[in-house]
């Protein structure tokens, strides 16, 4: 898909964000594998650390409609401003891209497309694999 098309689809999404105290509305697109766009927007709660990132939103709708593999995911957010996926949507994205090809396409301030692969968001991504290399004396029971 058109990074620029994909872009659009997240712009759109960003129209439905609910930000009522930060005033600042983000907008995602998910390409999932099987082609369709799994969009999501922010959702702001006055408890701000339950607040959600589009980025998480898209991720977890596509989960509730079964899809779990991605190709890419564009975020959108205020015109004029560079927007990146934040920590923790790198490490929930991380976990669908263990090997970190995710591309993660993004607005320049200057309005120019962006694109480069998650890896280069999170080198050296903590997932599955770091847990399954654990030796049982590092789990807890129970």
Known sequence: MDPAALLDAAEAARDQAYAPYSRFRVGAALLCDDGTIQPGCNLENASYGATICAE??????????????????????????????????????????????????????DGS?????????????????DLASAPASAHPPG
């Open 56 to 109: 998480r939103v898209a991720v977890g709708a596509a989960i509730a409609a079964g899809r779990r593999r991605f190709r890419a995911i564009a975020i959108a957010g205020p015109a004029g401003i560079a927007l990146s996926p934040c920590g923790i949507c790198r490490q929930v994205l991380s976990e669908f891209s263990p090997d970190g090809a995710l591309r993660v396409v993004m607005r320049t301030a």
């Open 113 to 129: 497309v962006r694109e480069t692969r998650l890896a280069a968001l999170l080198p050296d991504a903590f997932g599955p694999a």
